[in-house]
């Protein structure tokens, strides 16, 4: 009786990267986005004055349109969506439709 050999392909890692989470609070006024960024460039310069042997030490970010009002993801009515509001406006808060009635109102008057 012989042995089957197992034969497959080996599960490796790779794009591996250390990810540093902001804590709650870091921030005095959470919508001051610029200095989150200057903060988090500090962080990687200090990895790279303490921490030798890495290929690279950067900051990346991923982008996203949010209200300016309340933070919440921006959303706007589509034509067809069946919304009893007019296309572009806001769906997050009642700030944003207003200011948005207010620019349109603005721009047609």
Request: include cysteine; proline fraction near 6%.
């Amino acid at each position: 009786m012989t042995d089957k050999l197992t034969f497959g392909p080996v599960r490796i890692e790779e794009d591996i990267h250390v990810e540093v989470e902001v804590a709650p609070g870091w921030l005095d006024d959470k919508d001051d986005w610029e200095a989150l960024r200057r903060r988090a460039e500090i962080v990687a310069k200090e990895i790279k004055r303490h921490v030798d042997g890495w290929a690279s030490v950067g900051v990346r970010s991923k982008s996203k349109e949010v209200c300016p009002f309340c933070c919440n993801d921006w959303e706007v009515v589509e034509e067809g969506d069946g919304f009893n509001m007019p296309p572009g406006t806001p769906l997050c808060c009642e700030k944003a439709q207003e200011a948005f009635k207010a620019t349109a109102e603005g721009a047609s008057g």
